[in-house]
């Protein structure tokens, strides 16, 4: 680990693509977490590259991977490239020695995010994922119920998940996030990841997983509707339905208990409702504007060794477990 993991010392950041992901829901965050600070940015167009760096007051920007991973002014690297480029970079990270948070999901299968998770692991090397759910006050409530078991033992866990065709789907232009080469379950990689990992955190790992997988509108590559089961170690059950072709958007969550039922939404604000034996309560918990902002401070406190972060590369690779075996590429 770099020694600027001191209190007194700035973390200084690179992020290694610098895309959409980057302008409100994480790059900011890195730049408002004390004790950090963004010193670099990657992205192979140069003018866009700088132009980023301009508009967020960085100091430099590169268009070349290894000028960012090597640049020695930097202890930490954020990479934020799609998924099927994150153990390519994620392995010259490990070799560099320095520290790296990755975006999920942590690679396309299960044998690349373990391929990942061990060259930090081997070198002792401090490793995050960016499944900042675990990290949200909205999802942090929902466990605080369970762990006060306010509806029981829990029993099952449910989540439907279905939104029209976009307009680039229906276009033919090419999404990376439906290119089967780079996401076999499509739109599921991208979003069902959020959910499962957060229930792995909630509920513990998961034992066995199925799922059916199809394409019904055959409109790229990739899957657009995927049905699963899952057995939690701990004995809950859990059933899933993504479907990225119907009539309109719907996400809800159902946790079932013996003695009550927890209902929210994985991407949606809604209130976050309880019903049990007292009756029924809904709390609205806002996120905050740059949503990684609570998952990118406790890395910082991860750092300083004030607290443990909920995600990292262990997690991750079992999430990554649980996807492919429903999408049947794990026997």
């Known amino acids: 680990m770099a020694n600027n993991t001191e209190n007194t010392k700035i973390i200084r950041w690179g992020i290694l693509g610098c895309g959409n992901v980057t302008e409100l829901k994480s790059g900011p965050a890195y730049q408002k977490t004390e004790g950090f ?127 029209p065709a976009n307009s680039i789907d229906l276009s033919g232009e090419y999404n990376w996030r439906t290119d089967a080469k780079i996401a076999t379950g499509g739109y599921f990689d991208d979003l069902a990841s959020h959910g499962l990992d957060l229930f792995t955190h909630l509920l513990g790992d998961i034992k066995e997983a199925s799922g059916i997988c199809n394409n019904q509108q055959a409109l790229y590559s990739a899957y657009d509707s995927v049905t699963a089961c899952w057995l939690h170690e701990s004995g809950i059950t859990g059933t899933g339905s993504w479907n990225f072709g119907c009539n309109e958007r719907e996400d809800s969550v159902e946790i079932l208990g013996s003695k009550g039922k927890i209902s929210f939404s994985i991407f949606e604000n809604h209130p976050l409702s309880l019903s049990n034996e007292q009756g029924q309560i809904e709390l609205m918990i806002e996120n905050p504007e740059n949503i990684q902002r609570y998952h990118v401070e406790q890395i910082r406190e991860h750092l300083l060794g004030n607290s443990k972060h909920p995600s990292n590369g262990l997690t991750a690779s079992h999430t990554s477990w649980v996807m492919d075996k429903i999408l049947g590429n794990i026997v």
């Open 37 to 163: 600070k963004i010193e670099a940015v990657m992205r192979r167009d140069a003018d866009k590259a700088a132009d980023y760096a301009k508009r967020h007051g960085i100091n430099k920007y590169y268009s070349n991977a290894d000028d960012l991973i090597n640049d020695t002014d930097i202890d930490a690297i954020y990479i934020a490239t799609p998924p099927d480029t994150h153990k390519y970079y994620g392995l010259k990270v490990a070799l560099a020695g320095k520290i790296c948070c990755i975006e999920k999901p942590l690679a396309p299968n299960y044998h690349d995010s373990l391929a990942i998770y061990n060259a930090f692991q081997d070198k002792k090397i401090p490793f995050f994922t960016a499944y900042y759910r675990r990290s949200l006050p909205r999802f942090k409530q929902i466990k605080t119920w369970l762990d006060a078991n306010a509806i029981g033992k829990v029993r099952h866990i449910k989540w439907h998940l279905s939104k």
